[in-house]
């Protein structure tokens, strides 16, 4: 049982190139979500789905892209690669679209951009 | 201000003794309050879960929420060299699909 899978696990930009974070899950959840944690701040929500088609912002959109046109895969899009957007980056599926189940988080992506 | 705030430590005990792992948040609208654990390098895993005000035990650990004072609390008892992890604190409002963090307390467990 795999879960949520990211990949990759490391990646290094340059500043101003564009990468996808890819994100897949085979419980056949209905939300998912990519977050950000940087050191002292937590994890801090990007964009979130409920659903295949609907995608809403977090806490933190600005720079990131996302769609989901499956149930199972949720990408995470960086357009133009700033050194702001060194992090590691989680992404985390739950069964329902409401708060009160628990989330489940794939390994992470390390991100640095120079 | 953070809308959660949580003292990053570090924290360090020996085998055996009971921790405590603390939060506190300035958002009254939170009803759902989670305690994560989070190894090195792996990605944060549901350790307790507590809907609104009160105390809830899982073998070791406690959670408890004081809404009046707006603290959550997370108690481990004879606490294991395998307790060692980053300790996550989080919540959300009903019907709100933006959950807040904690920042993390790193814990150490010393044999």
């Known amino acids: 049982n795999a879960g949520v899978t990211q990949t990759p696990k490391f990646q290094v930009l340059k500043t101003g190139q564009s990468m996808t974070l890819q994100c897949a899950q085979d419980?056949?959840?209905?939300?998912m979500s990519w977050y950000r944690q940087d050191p002292g701040m937590g994890l801090r929500l990007i964009h979130y789905?409920?659903?295949?088609?609907?995608?809403d912002q977090g806490e933190v959109p600005n720079g990131y892209n996302v769609s989901r046109s499956t149930t199972e895969d949720f990408p995470l899009r960086l357009l133009s690669a700033a050194p702001s957007q060194t992090s590691v980056y989680f992404c985390?599926?739950?069964?329902?679209?409401?708060?009160?189940?628990?989330?489940?988080f794939g390994n992470g992506t390390r991100l640095t951009v120079t | 201000q953070k809308e959660v705030e949580q003292d990053p430590g570090p924290l360090s005990v020996p085998e055996g003794a009971i921790v405590s792992l603390n939060c506190t948040y300035s958002?009254?609208?939170?009803?759902?309050f989670m305690w994560y654990r989070q190894y090195s390098r792996k990605g944060p895993e549901l350790l307790m879960y507590?809907?609104?005000?009160g105390n809830k035990e899982d073998g070791r650990f406690t959670a408890q929420v004081d809404k009046s004072s707006k603290y959550i609390s997370l108690f481990i008892r004879d606490s294991q060299p395998s307790d060692s992890a980053t300790y996550l604190c989080?919540?959300?409002?009903?019907?709100?699909?933006?959950?807040?963090f904690g920042a993390g307390t790193r814990l150490t467990v010393k044999p």
């Open positions: 985390a599926s739950r069964g329902f679209s409401g708060p009160q189940s628990p989330l489940h």
């Open positions: 419980m056949n959840h209905e939300y």
């Open positions: 789905s409920v659903g295949a088609g609907i995608t």
């Open positions: 958002n009254s609208a939170f009803q759902y």
């Open positions: 507590t809907y609104s005000s």
């Open positions: 989080a919540m959300s409002a009903v019907d709100n699909n933006d959950m807040r």
